[in-house]
């Protein structure tokens, strides 16, 4: 077999540095476009519309279930007026807002953050009194066809812990103390029946 | 241009350096990088730029401009260090292997 020559391997190495070195531009390229995907997924709405909110909330807190139902029904009824962001800022008062938060996240990852966070919400009442709400949350994965190997791993990755922390720290830095609070047109709004004068407002506002 | 190029030319000296592969011009090429660093941040340094970081190295790694100075100095002494005990630093590199194959 003929053996390799210096001028070959020289050759080699440079065209491999030079593969390297794009394929790591391109998998930087392709990882930054699939956080802002995630990102898009948390939300809802057409982009464009005229009343922006961003929402923090903790899956345990009985009013975000009650906000998020109240919003649902509003940009039902006013189609494309709403563009909604959400946001984590889970509450240390309740035993499992970190974790559910998580959860979402992951799901946000596989692209069914809403029928998630849906559900999630829907049985609040009944996962919130458990001492483990993790098989809860397992089975809402199971009944929205997540992939469960790939949840598994997702919740073991620190990077989720992260986006929750820095999320939850981004709060804090808006004065966000309780949930759910809501951001319309950068306005800070404290609670649905707030939230609702707010709309009302804007939508008389944006007839005028 | 020169932005776009250097990186590159820094990139195979290192790694021909690094792999042994044609030692004798890659480790003067090196001198002659690292005498260029030495001058230009040096330069800096002796007019007293307003330079909090020289951007040496991208987004990655902040260090000021002395400090770039330092290691740029000691690393030009140890790429001369190398030059000169040709026989030792040339111990396991890819060149001795070739010589060894083309024997």
């Given at each position: 077999m003929r053996k390799i020559s210096k001028k070959q391997i020289s050759f080699l190495i440079i065209a491999f540095t030079i593969a390297a070195v794009y394929g790591l531009k391109l998998w930087k390229q392709s990882s930054q476009t699939s956080s802002k995907n995630v990102m898009a997924v948390k939300t809802k709405g057409?982009?464009?519309?005229?009343i922006k909110i961003v929402e923090y909330v903790d899956l345990e807190c009985p009013s975000c279930a009650k906000g998020s139902k109240y919003l649902d029904q509003f940009m039902k009824d006013h189609p494309g007026k709403i563009y909604l962001q959400i946001k984590y800022f889970p509450l240390?008062?309740?035993?499992?807002g970190f974790t559910s938060a998580k959860y979402a996240e992951c799901t946000a990852r596989q692209e069914k953050f809403w029928p998630f966070v849906d559900l999630v919400f829907e049985r609040q009442k009944e996962w919130s009194?458990?001492?483990?709400?993790r098989p809860a949350f397992d089975q809402i994965a199971k009944e929205i066809n997540l992939n469960m190997g790939q949840l598994e791993r997702c919740l073991d990755d620190k990077s989720v812990d992260d986006v929750v922390m820095a999320n939850a720290r981004e709060g804090k830095a808006l004065d966000?103390?309780?949930?759910?609070?809501y951001f319309v047109n950068g306005k800070m709004v404290v609670g649905i029946k707030y939230l609702e004068a707010e709309l009302n407002r804007l939508l008389e506002e944006n007839k005028n | 241009m020169v932005a776009k190029i250097l990186p590159w030319v820094e990139l195979f000296i290192g790694l021909f350096v690094v792999l042994g592969l044609w030692l004798d011009i890659s480790l003067r090429a090196a001198l002659i990088l690292f005498m260029g660093f030495i001058l230009v941040v040096g330069q800096a340094l002796i007019r007293h730029?307003?330079?909090?970081?020289?951007?040496?190295?991208?987004?990655?790694i902040s260090l000021p401009p002395y400090v770039v100075f330092m290691m740029d100095s000691c690393a030009l002494c140890l790429t001369g260090l190398l030059i000169l005990k040709k026989d030792q630093s040339h111990g396991f590199s890819l060149d001795r292997y070739f010589e060894k194959d083309n024997k």
């Open positions: 057409d982009p464009r519309a005229s240390t008062m309740h035993q499992h009194i458990l001492h483990n709400a966000v103390k309780s949930t759910p609070s | 730029l307003p330079l909090t970081e020289c951007g040496c190295f991208g987004g990655l």
